[in-house]
């Protein structure tokens, strides 16, 4: 079955440095993948996706993921954090019949001024 | 903005009453998806409809019904309700023509809090 780990419930970086968050799956074929972020109490907000080709893909306000087969990861990161960045942030792939998207537990953001 | 609408956005109601959650689709997108989100169970899935068909289901309870409407929009139905299913219920819609299916755009939210 399709799963997907979040080893770090919390993390906080300060302004300014960089970041990377950890997302590990379990897929049978090629996944897609995806990285929404979450501020207190607003929606999800789609970041990055990675559907085939390029294993580092570009998203919006600054952020990158890299894809690793053969570490079943797809970290993101992020070269220079802002305190606007601060939310949880979910890691996802697509089930195998596209039907449902299957989401990490997700980590909390927290900028340190 | 996904383009994805989501009514009400908050909802406090009692033990054991019924409320509709309404969510309206990005314009010619097919698919809706129903998602919770609590505390103790992170993101679930909830159910798919595809052009009014029920797609797929996930952890749904009994208590919870959806339908999806000829103009597409959709709607759940939460029954008997518990303090349990106080949670944030997301809609999301994917599936227009000739765009990709694997990519769903996600609604606001609706904030229900069960007293």
């Known amino acids: 079955a399709q799963s997907v780990t979040q080893p770090d419930i919390h993390i906080t970086v300060s302004e300014g440095a960089s970041l990377e968050l950890r997302c590990n799956y379990s897929?049978?074929?090629?996944?897609?993948l995806f990285w929404y972020v979450q501020s207190p109490g607003q929606g999800l907000q789609l970041l990055l996706k990675y559907f085939s080709g390029d294993t580092l893909v570009q998203g919006i306000k600054g952020f990158e993921a890299e894809f690793k087969r053969s570490q079943s990861s797809f970290n993101l990161r992020k070269p220079s954090v802002h305190w606007s960045d601060a939310a949880e942030y979910f890691c996802a792939v697509v089930s195998s019949s596209a039907s449902k998207i299957i989401f990490g537990s997700g980590t909390r953001l927290s900028i340190r001024p | 903005d996904s383009g994805v609408t989501q009514t009400p956005k908050h909802l406090i109601t009692a033990t054991g009453q019924r409320v509709t959650l309404r969510c309206s689709p990005r314009s010619g997108d097919l698919s809706v998806y129903w998602y919770q989100q609590s505390l103790d169970q992170g993101l679930q899935f909830l159910i798919q409809?595809?052009?009014?068909?029920?797609?797929a289901k996930g952890n749904i309870l009994e208590r919870f019904s959806a339908q999806q409407f000829p103009d597409l929009h959709s709607e759940l139905n939460l029954s008997s309700l518990e303090l349990g299913d106080s949670a944030l219920y997301f809609c999301a819609s994917s599936g227009r023509p000739g765009g990709s299916n694997n990519e769903q755009f996600f609604g606001p939210g609706t904030r229900l809090t069960v007293l």
């Open positions: 409809y595809y052009n009014g068909e029920e797609r």
């Open positions: 897929y049978g074929a090629t996944p897609y």
